[in-house]
């Protein structure tokens, strides 16, 4: 029994070491491991399985557009996107990503059914809405949905908004407004945020989960 | 390291004063031993910034709020999928070093106070811990701490000794399998503490996290009041197979045995003495429900471990043999948005100890104040302890929390260690037959502990948290008022830790 014992760890840490599969690596800096095996493995943790995330705290990537994707990935390899959440958790994961890797997490996320509609806002989100679809041309703030989308669904290199979670929302606006440079990829929007209010930035956050 | 149930020390202490109860040379022998291992075991480990350089992630990533060693949802899939996360590193070492202030409220109800309260209001570097670990494989991660105690000891005159040795280790094995609609991590873990493999922070093994001085003006610090543990200690080897399904539900399962063989460098360090010796496997189950929403984060779970651990290691002697069967169910809840990130705790504990035959049904030394004879030894106790932690942290930068502690339990004669001369009919340190105990002395037989503890600290960065604590006691050895027999309230032990604790 004893030196059962004292060997049944050695030989499984061992014997199923040595059967590691790339395809379930969780190895940053291995130009081998395919981009889904880093999406599964790795981005989940924060992300969510097929990019939804279950944290305010972490954006959906499901169904983002791949270009939007791979910038945001290359900004962050190069830690030039350096907002708190970015340099925090992001440039680490990124720092040894391939051009190869980023292109085909940018692709598997673009693949993946997006997220479901966050259940709807206590009150009816119409200024949300209407600055969303409108903007507010009196201010100076244009319509959401002129660079991201009518539904909010992204376009190339602008972010698909459409479900993100009102916690992620309320603090990237907040970091568009108050720090412009640390999002340089972000520059068109800095503008647009700065004329955002603090209600304004309420009422697209509850709008938008929902929309 | 968790080595007890009512936290590393204590628990320890407690089987101090019980063994030194009975008089006998072995008894005598077995309370150093276990005084000892108080002094070896008692450093909790914490985060190590291997893992950081590895993953190139800050501390707060794995940690909430920066807060080491809390783990956020992602530290917990860090840890669970055995720190294979990121890339090898070429030096996979760091360090980490405690530096404290201890301060009793008071000091004075004491023969000797520099002996009772050693280093009080006095700055002292409490530990230090080398670590080792992170990536090997794909599968395979680890976490070993190697810690020095530059108080592990005291010779007669007062001086002290320093010394080093294993503390918390954990060897993993890990994968993770993603299909259709499920998503499965299965793991093997080596580790020498029960719970030390487990992700969430109201395990014994870690919820109570700042390492405590060996120094006696550190005895009633936070660290050193009630916390969870098992009637095994550290040092001890386990084989734990885990999985996680889902991110919902965490299953847990193996056996703990005395540490020997391939495995003895997770007992490196430790005199023989020192360490905890079982009699075969103790079983080791964990069950946790988790779930996510928002920005919260929830954990409903419980344990449940027996064990047999020998009265001194040195003898395999089963008439000596201490029985024991702890179970546990703990809740943690996280609320994480940056910057904020707020945490609550609670643990419920109960431990059934039986003792062996020598010790049961025991005429006490002492006798009661009108010098009749106290009831014989009790064959076995159970204690029952509560403990609670709301905690905030702001930016990763400030910080405070608030606890509780409420131990409970049977009373036993055998765990009375002040009590009443049957010679002299008077509470005396200095009987020949009935020495009675100040300062840590239970006149009542009663492990009854509450208090609170309230916490402020600050990390100026990730790398440096300073902080102070202050706990407050409502009873402490079974009393509010004279618990030791020689005056000495509750109260009077109120402490407070101010500590620096930085790691690289």
């Given at each position: 029994m004893k030196p059962l014992f004292s060997i049944a760890w050695l030989a499984c840490a061992v014997l199923l070491s040595g059967c590691a599969d790339p395809s379930r690596s969780r190895a940053?800096?291995?130009?081998?491991?395919?981009g889904q095996a880093l999406a599964e493995q790795?981005?989940?943790?924060?992300?969510?399985?097929?990019?939804?995330?279950?944290?305010?705290?972490?954006?959906?990537?499901?169904?983002?557009p791949a270009d939007y994707v791979d910038a945001q990935l290359r900004s962050l390899r190069g830690k030039h996107r350096r907002d708190p959440a970015g340099s925090v958790y992001m440039w680490g994961i990124a720092r040894d990503l391939t051009d190869s890797q980023i292109a085909q997490l940018a692709a598997y996320y673009a693949a993946q059914p997006a997220a479901a509609a966050g259940p709807a806002a206590p009150a009816e989100p119409r200024a949300g809405r209407q600055l969303f679809t409108e903007g507010a041309a009196e201010r100076g703030i244009p319509a959401c949905?002129?660079?991201?989308g009518d539904k909010g669904q992204g376009n190339g290199g602008f972010?698909?908004?459409?479900?993100?979670?009102r916690g992620y929302l309320l603090r990237q606006l907040a970091v568009l407004r108050t720090s412009p440079d640390s999002r340089p990829m972000g520059s068109i929007m800095n503008t647009v945020a700065h004329q955002l209010s603090d209600d304004d930035m309420r009422a697209l956050a509850d709008y938008i989960p929902t929309m | 390291m968790g080595a007890g149930f009512d936290g590393d020390v204590p628990m320890l202490e407690f089987l101090a004063r019980m063994m030194v109860r009975r008089k006998s040379a072995r008894g005598r022998r077995a309370a150093l031993v276990v005084a000892v291992a108080a002094a070896t075991q008692a450093l909790p480990a914490a985060a190590i910034p291997v893992f950081n350089r590895q993953t190139g992630q800050n501390c707060q990533a794995c940690h909430a709020g920066g807060q080491y060693p809390e783990l956020t949802p992602y530290g917990r899939m860090f840890k669970l999928t055995g720190?294979?996360?990121g890339r090898r590193t070429d030096v996979p070492l760091a360090m980490m070093a405690l530096a404290s202030v201890s301060s009793v409220r008071?000091?004075?109800?004491?023969?000797?106070p520099s002996a009772d309260?050693?280093?009080?209001?006095r700055v002292v570097l409490a530990s230090a811990s080398l670590f080792a670990g992170g990536r090997i494989t794909d599968n395979l991660g680890a976490f070993l701490q190697y810690t020095y105690d530059p108080y592990a000891s005291q010779d007669a005159s007062g001086k002290y000794h320093g010394h080093a040795a294993a503390d918390n280790m954990d060897i993993r094995y890990a994968d993770r399998f993603v299909g259709t609609g499920h998503d499965l991590v299965f793991g093997v873990s080596a580790n020498n503490?029960?719970?030390?493999?487990?992700?969430?922070?109201?395990a014994a093994a870690w919820m109570q996290y700042v390492p405590v001085p060996s120094?006696?003006?550190?005895?009633?610090i936070d660290g050193a009041t009630p916390y969870p543990g098992y009637g095994v200690g550290g040092n001890t080897s386990g084989l734990t197979a885990y999985a996680f399904l889902d991110e919902h539900l965490y299953l847990e399962a193996g056996a703990y045995r005395s540490t020997r063989g391939v495995l003895a460098f997770m007992k490196l360090g430790q005199p023989t003495s020192g360490l905890t010796r079982l009699q075969g496997n103790a079983p080791y189950l964990r069950a946790a429900w988790n779930v996510a929403w928002g920005a919260s984060t929830l954990m409903i779970g419980g344990s449940t471990m027996r064990s047999r651990v020998y009265d001194d290691p040195s003898v395999a002697d089963p008439a000596t043999l201490h029985r024991f069967r702890d179970s546990s169910v703990d809740a943690q809840y996280q609320w994480l948005l940056d910057p904020h990130a707020l945490t609550l705790q609670a643990v419920a504990t109960r431990q059934q100890h039986r003792y062996p035959d020598s010790l049961a049904g025991q005429a006490p030394a002492f006798v009661d104040a009108q010098g009749n004879p106290l009831p014989p030894s009790s064959p076995s106790d159970v204690l029952r302890l509560l403990r609670a932690k709301a905690s905030y942290t702001w930016r990763a930068t400030y910080g405070a929390g608030i606890s509780y502690f409420d131990l409970s339990g049977t009373t036993n004669?055998?765990?009375?260690?002040s009590g009443y001369d049957p010679l002299t009919g008077t509470i005396t340190a200095?009987?020949?037959?009935a020495p009675s105990t100040r300062?840590?002395?239970?006149?009542?037989g009663n492990p009854r502990t509450t208090g609170e503890t309230l916490e402020a600290y600050w990390?100026?960065?990730?790398?440096l948290r300073v902080g102070a604590q202050y706990t407050f006691y409502q009873r402490y050895n079974g009393s509010a008022r004279n618990y030791d027999g020689f005056?000495?309230?509750?109260?009077?032990?109120?402490s407070l830790f101010v500590y620096a604790w930085f790691a690289y």
């Open positions: 940053l800096g291995d130009p081998k491991v395919p790795v981005c989940s943790n924060c992300h969510g399985q097929r990019g939804v995330s279950s944290s305010e705290n972490f954006p959906h990537l499901a169904a983002q949905a002129s660079c991201h972010p698909r908004l459409a479900h993100q979670q | 720190y294979t996360i008071n000091t004075s109800k004491s023969d000797d309260f050693s280093k009080n209001d503490n029960p719970s030390v493999a487990d992700p969430w922070n109201t120094p006696s003006s550190s005895q009633f004669t055998l765990n009375q260690s200095t009987s020949a037959a300062v840590n002395g239970n006149l009542t990390l100026p960065w990730q790398n005056g000495r309230n509750a109260s009077d032990n109120d």
